[in-house]
């Protein structure tokens, strides 16, 4: 084990950590990582910092690196194979141009607000989420295959814009409690884009789901909008709103959907 105390600013570069080995950092006002592994439960733990920045290095094999105060950017970066990038602290975190693969994870555990995940993957198993009561934090231009998880639970004026989800992988929102978007997102080859269980008003614009591939809004209290949208190829659309408006809605080809309490006899579709 390494330990590191009170260092204004450090550098590690080009390094590797294995074997359950440990670098600890606590109280350097700014730590770059830049080429590093953390592989076969190697960790990096920091604790009393004020910024980390991580970027072109590789997490796997049950190895992690964890920071508990400041905040993280991890840009370039890869999360596999059980590893895992965390941070627990209540900083501006982001994560863009990374990648989680086979059950590894990137999350952010803490009540955060501006957090950031851009261009960022997540596949085989593995979740990309912000999980503390957040706010105005946006995932923009990400995919998630291969039953991979990107999602924000508890958030507020949450954004989600320009994902992709396919092959069961899932872009969602969960116990939202204040207003929060879903733009120009796109679910294929049985994907999911949805939200769950949101105390707070919905809106989904311009949503594409096709090849049995799911688009869900349930459980919402409030009045929700769903608009602009397209559905096709065995398609399911599931909205079970209190109220709110759909509009410009288009759908073809065989579909399923939910009508609450249907009255006897035919009854008419809203889109």
Same mark, same amino acid.
Request: aromatic share 14%; charged share 10%.
């Given at each position: 084990?390494?330990?590191?105390?009170?260092? @204004?600013?450090?550098?590690?570069t080009?390094?590797? #950590?294995?074997?359950y080995?440990?670098?600890?950092?606590?109280?350097?006002?700014?730590?770059?990582?830049?080429?590093?592994?953390?592989?076969?439960?190697?960790r990096?733990?920091i604790?009393?910092?004020?910024?980390?920045?991580m970027?072109?290095?590789?997490?796997?094999? %049950?190895g992690?690196?964890?920071?508990?105060?400041?905040?993280?950017t991890?840009n370039y970066?890869?999360?596999?194979?059980? +590893?895992?990038?965390?941070?627990?602290? $209540?900083?501006?975190?982001?994560?863009d141009?990374?990648?989680a693969?086979? %059950?590894?994870?990137?999350?952010?555990?803490?009540?955060?607000?501006?957090?950031?995940?851009? *261009?960022?993957?997540?596949?085989?198993?593995?979740?990309?989420?912000?999980?503390?009561?957040? $706010?105005?934090? /946006?995932? *923009?231009?990400?995919t998630?295959?291969?039953? +991979? %998880?990107?999602?924000?639970?508890?958030?507020?004026?949450?954004r989600?814009? /320009?994902?992709?989800?396919?092959s069961? +992988? /899932? #872009?969602?929102?969960?116990?939202a409690?204040?207003?929060? /978007?879903?733009?120009?997102?796109?679910?294929s080859?049985?994907?999911? #884009?949805?939200?769950?269980?949101?105390?707070? %008003?919905?809106?989904? *614009?311009?949503?594409?789901?096709?090849?049995?591939?799911?688009?869900?809004?349930?459980?919402?209290?409030?009045?929700s909008n769903l608009?602009?949208?397209?559905?096709?190829?065995?398609?399911?659309i599931?909205?079970?709103?209190?109220?709110?408006?759909r509009?410009g809605?288009?759908?073809y +080809?065989?579909?399923?959907?939910? #009508?609450?309490? @249907? @009255?006897?006899?035919?009854?008419?579709?809203?889109?």
């Open positions: 084990m390494s330990a590191c105390q009170n260092v @204004p600013s450090l550098t590690i080009d390094s590797r #950590v294995g074997g080995s440990t670098i600890s950092i606590n109280g350097a006002d700014r730590l770059y990582m830049l080429r590093c592994e953390m592989h076969t439960a190697g990096i733990l604790s009393a910092g004020a910024r980390i920045d970027s072109y290095s590789r997490v796997s094999e %049950q992690y690196f964890q920071a508990t105060q400041g905040f993280l991890a970066s890869s999360a596999e194979n059980l +590893g895992y990038i965390r941070n627990t602290s $209540t900083g501006t975190n982001r994560a141009r990374s990648t693969s086979n %059950q590894a994870n990137i999350r952010f555990d803490n009540t955060v607000t501006g957090c950031r995940v851009y *261009y960022t993957t997540s596949t085989d198993g593995s979740s990309i989420y912000l999980n503390g009561t957040s $706010t105005n934090c /946006y995932i *923009y231009y990400c998630a295959n291969s039953l +991979g %998880q990107i999602y924000i639970q508890n958030g507020v004026n949450a989600c814009y /320009y994902n992709n989800a396919n069961r +992988g /899932y #872009v969602r929102s969960i116990n409690s204040a207003t929060h /978007y879903f733009y120009y997102c796109n679910a080859a049985s994907g999911y #884009v949805e939200q769950l269980n949101n105390t707070a %008003q919905v809106r989904q *614009y311009a949503i594409h789901s096709s090849s049995q591939s799911i688009c869900r809004v349930q459980n919402t209290t409030v009045n608009y602009y949208s397209s559905f096709t190829a065995y398609y399911y599931f909205a079970t709103l209190t109220g709110g408006t509009s809605l288009h759908g +080809g065989r579909r399923s959907y939910t #009508v609450t309490n @249907p @009255p006897n006899g035919t009854f008419v579709q809203n889109f």
